[in-house]
């Protein structure tokens, strides 16, 4: 009898770990494609897409297509996934530091009225260990000042003046 409780308790916690560790990745998406993305979107999907890409970029390595709204609390950018298919994406958000030495990107957000909008972006920067140096310099990233007019109807004013609102309340 005895051994038979430590063979239940013991199935107990292993089973306990198992469900703790679906429960921790029960979120965790793989990387998907601009046009997997869609498609996942037109079907109903609300959870967090992962797109891996990089930067789009000029012939001489400019970033070509940043955007910056308000006072720069949040901007857009082109990204280029693994299929070559280019989509802008709205980040509500300042330009992360090194944003512009990143050669690749993942952003993790959703579709919103037919537009890519970032929750979150992760660089992946060059190792300092490259024997190819990327040089950026404030020349390089061509930059193009929009009003907030040109923001897509789900990505509102409101939403800006909340972020700033929240950024001010917290300093």
Known sequence: MKNFIESLIFL???G?????IVFLFRDASA?????????MAEKGKKKRIHILGKLKRDEARGIVGIKM????VS???IMVDEDEEEEEVFYNAPIPPDFTHAEKLVVAGSY???RFVAKKIFLKCPS????????VSKQEVNTEEAST??????????EVNAKETQEVGTN
């Open 31 to 39: 990387y998907v494609t601009f046009q997997e993305a869609k498609a």
């Open 69 to 72: 709204y308000g006072e720069k």
């Open 75 to 77: 901007f857009s950018f």
């Open 112 to 114: 919103k009225k037919g």
């Open 149 to 158: 007019e040109e923001i897509n109807a789900e990505v509102t004013q409101e």
């Open 16 to 20: 306990g770990f198992i469900m703790g």
């Open 128 to 135: 300092k260990y490259q024997e190819e140096q990327i040089k």
């Open 12 to 14: 107990l916690i292993i």
